[in-house]
C-alpha cells in the first residue's frame, strides 16, 4: 500500500514535481488520499487512488480515479457557496417528487407536483464516482477492489454511508446503478443516492444528462408528466425492438414490467415493425446520393418523423436531424440542409445541455454545409 508520494505534498520531497497535478489540491481531500500499488504486472502509469471530500452538497463525496483526473474534478463546481441553489442538495421545498414504493419494482420516483415538457424534475450530485477501467480491468484484484471500494464509502459521513450500503452491495450498486460519465475524456460510474432509483421505461417520460460545470444529474421531464405519475427514464438505448431491450438490460438482471413490455403481443410487434422502419430509413437515407432525388429523400424524412412522434422517440431526432441535413448536403439542397443543422443544435442544447457531448460533432457538421455552400457558389 504505497501512497502516490510524488503527487501529494510531502515535507520529504523539498521541491515537488512541477506537473504534479495534486500538488497544490492535495489538501482538499480528507483523508489523504490513498494509492495501492496495483497488482503485480499493472503497476505502471498512475494508480487509482481513493479521494474523498467529506461535506459537500451535506453529503460528501468519494472518488476512485487516477490524480490527475480528480484534481480536474477540483472546479468551482465543488464549491457549495458558488454553485446556484437547485445544484445544491436538500436546496428545496421546490422539490415536486418522492422516493415511493411501487408494484413489481421495487422504490422508484413519483412525480408530487406537474411537469411541463423539458422541465427539470430532480438534481442529483454524486456521492460516488469510480473509473469504469478500474471496476472492469484487471490491474486490483477483485478483493483489492472490494477493499478499495468500501474504504472510499467509509470515509463518507455516516448517513451517507448508511444510504450507499442501503442501496445493496456496492460492486453491484455501481454496475446495475451507476451513471456512466466522462472526467476528461475518461469513463467512470457516479452513483447518485435519489438518482440511483428512478426506475427503466421502455417509452420513458424521462430522460436524465449529465451537467459538467454543476457536477450534477439533472432528470427531465421529456413529455408532461401529471402529479401521481411514475418518473422512469430508458436504460436502454432508445429505438430498440422489444428482443434488443431484453439483451441490453438483461445484465440488470430483471424482466421488464412497463407498459411497452406488458403490452399485448400485436402491439409490441406493431412497436417494433415500426422502430425497424426508422432504423431502415436511416440507412437508406446515409446513400442520399443513390436515392437521386430529393423528392424521396423528403419522403423518408417525413416518414421518419411520423414514426419517431409515434413511438414517443423525440431525443432520438438529434442525430436524425443531422443525417436528414447530410443527406439534403450531398444532393445539394442546401436550404433544407440547413434547415436541419439548425434544429439538430436546437435539440442537442434542449437534451444535452450547454455542454452536450456533441458540441464537436455539431461545428463539423456546420463547417461541411458552409463548404457545400461556398462550393456552390462558386459554381
Ligand atoms: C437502478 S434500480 C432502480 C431502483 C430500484 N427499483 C430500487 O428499489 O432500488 C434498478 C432495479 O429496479 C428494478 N426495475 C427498474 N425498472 C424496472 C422495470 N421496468 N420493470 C421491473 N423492474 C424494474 C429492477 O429490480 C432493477 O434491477
Not at 265 to 293: C, P, V, W
Amino acid at each position: 500500500s504505497a501512497q502516490y508520494t510524488t503527487c501529494l505534498p510531502t515535507p520529504l520531497l523539498s521541491s515537488p514535481i512541477p506537473t504534479c497535478p495534486l500538488e497544490s489540491d492535495g489538501s482538499f481531500w480528507s483523508p489523504t488520499p490513498w494509492c495501492p500499488t496495483p497488482s503485480d504486472g499493472y503497476e505502471s502509469g498512475p494508480p487509482d487512488c481513493i479521494f474523498t471530500t467529506p461535506h459537500i452538497r451535506n453529503q460528501g463525496l468519494s472518488v476512485i480515479t487516477f490524480p490527475p483526473l480528480a484534481a480536474a474534478l477540483i472546479s468551482p463546481a465543488l464549491d457549495d457557496s458558488l454553485v446556484p441553489s437547485p445544484f445544491r442538495r436538500f436546496n428545496t421545498s421546490a422539490e415536486k417528487w418522492k422516493i415511493a414504493p411501487l408494484p413489481n419494482r421495487g422504490l422508484g420516483l413519483v412525480a408530487t407536483g406537474n411537469f411541463k415538457q423539458h422541465e427539470t424534475i430532480m438534481v442529483g450530485f454524486p456521492v460516488l464516482i469510480v473509473r469504469l477501467e478500474f471496476i472492469n480491468g484487471d490491474r486490483y484484484s477483485a478483493k483489492n477492489k472490494r477493499r478499495m471500494l468500501d474504504l472510499a464509502v467509509g470515509n463518507l459521513p455516516e448517513e451517507t454511508r448508511r444510504e450507499v450500503e442501503g442501496l445493496a452491495r456496492i460492486v453491484d450498486v455501481l454496475r446495475t446503478n451507476g451513471f456512466g460519465i466522462e472526467i476528461a475524456g475518461e469513463g467512470h460510474l457516479a452513483l447518485f443516492l435519489e438518482g440511483s432509483r428512478v426506475n427503466h421505461n421502455c417509452r420513458p417520460n424521462a430522460f436524465w444528462r449529465w451537467v459538467p460545470s454543476k457536477m450534477a444529474m439533472e432528470v427531465v421531464a421529456l413529455r408532461g408528466i401529471g402529479k401521481g405519475e411514475e418518473v422512469a427514464h430508458s436504460y436502454a438505448p432508445l429505438g430498440y425492438t422489444h428482443e434488443q431491450r431484453k439483451a441490453v438490460l438483461q445484465p440488470w438482471g430483471f424482466q421488464c414490467q412497463c407498459a411497452l413490455c406488458a403490452a399485448p403481443a400485436r402491439e409490441r410487434e406493431a412497436a417494433d415493425d415500426r422502430r425497424d422502419r426508422i432504423l431502415e430509413i436511416y440507412q437508406t437515407l446515409g446513400k442520399a446520393a443513390e436515392l437521386g432525388s430529393v423528392e424521396r429523400v423528403d419522403q423518408l424524412v417525413r416518414e421518419a418523423m411520423m414514426l419517431i412522434e409515434k413511438e414517443e422517440l423525440q431525443p432520438q431526432l438529434v442525430e436524425y436531424y443531422a443525417h436528414f441535413a447530410r443527406a439534403y448536403i450531398e444532393l445539394n439542397e442546401l436550404k433544407k440542409a440547413g434547415v436541419f443543422i439548425q434544429r439538430a443544435d436546437e435539440m442537442w442544447l434542449l437534451y444535452g445541455g450547454e455542454e452536450h457531448e456533441n458540441v464537436d460533432g455539431m461545428s463539423e457538421l456546420w463547417k461541411q454545409f458552409a463548404e457545400a455552400v461556398s462550393e456552390m457558389e462558386d459554381d
